[in-house]
């Protein structure tokens, strides 16, 4: 595996964490924030998807190497999307 | 108050957005087709973007977002920079990246976006528009 790759891996990883961390626990400092992770870190914990954004481009400016999440938000729910391709 | 209104494109409603080019940072248009059947208001989604406009724009890897309906499953999604000159937006919002977009169109705005707005035809019905 690249080291780019190994990255990305781990990024997805502690995402994944985070989130099952907030879902089953209301009191995670994660609960309801937007986390950003660069390099297998959490590098940014904010309260809206643009703080979150603009704070991690500046900490990491290769966007490869980042990552975020909206801990507690449940990703499976299906997003409907009506219009024919 | 300001607004921007685009002509019909193919018969349907549509939005042109400024992307960003990670590269030199030339701006780059996309042309989409505003869908109010596309999410709600609750739905995390903006737009719906080929994925090679969200590298080329520098966006960031987000949790991938569940679709149903027209695209079904899990698809990768980004944080872009995304702007309206016009009206002053300029706003980094997640876009899901999806294998085939409308025909005539580079992507779909979704409700969860038109809806940041007041849209509609502004009593012209050959333009769409949107307006703060």
Redesign the interface.
């Known amino acids: 595996m690249s080291i780019l790759a190994d990255v ?1 891996a781990r ?2 990883e502690l ?1 994944r964490q985070i ?1 099952e961390e907030a879902r089953r626990n209301p009191h995670s400092p994660y609960a309801g924030k937007f986390a950003g992770i660069a390099n297998g870190q959490i590098v940014v914990v904010a309260d809206d ?2 703080e979150m ?2 704070r ?2 500046k900490i990491e400016p290769d ?2 190497k ?5 801990a507690s ?1 449940d ?11 | 108050m300001p607004r921007v209104q685009w002509p019909l494109m193919c018969g349907r409603p549509a939005v042109q957005v400024m992307l960003t080019l ?1 590269q030199g940072g030339q701006p780059l248009t996309r042309d989409l ?1 505003a ?1 109010t ?4 208001r609750r ?3 903006d737009l ?1 973007l080929d994925e090679h406009d969200c590298l080329l724009c ?14 079904i499953g ?1 698809f990768p999604t980004y ?1 872009v920079r995304v702007q309206l000159p016009t009206l002053g937006f300029d ?4 876009v ?1 990246t ?1 294998p ?3 025909a005539g169109f580079d992507g ?1 705005a ?1 409700f969860g976006f038109l809806n940041r707005f007041t849209y509609g035809n502004f009593g012209d019905p050959h333009q769409f528009g949107l307006e703060v």
Not at chain 2, 59 to 71: C, E, F, K, R, V
Not at chain 2, 91 to 94: A, P, T, V
Request: aromatic fraction near 6%; glycine fraction near 8%; hydrophobic fraction near 45%.
């Open positions: 990305q990024n997805r995402a989130n998807l643009e954004a603009r991690l481009e966007p490869a980042c990552f975020s999440v909206e938000r990703y499976d729910e299906v997003v409907e999307i009506w219009s024919l391709p | 990670a087709l869908d059947g596309a999410g709600s739905a995390v989604v719906l520098g966006g960031s890897a987000h949790q991938p977002i569940t679709l149903g309906g027209a695209y899990s944080v706003r980094r919002l997640r899901v999806v085939h977009v409308p779909v979704c």
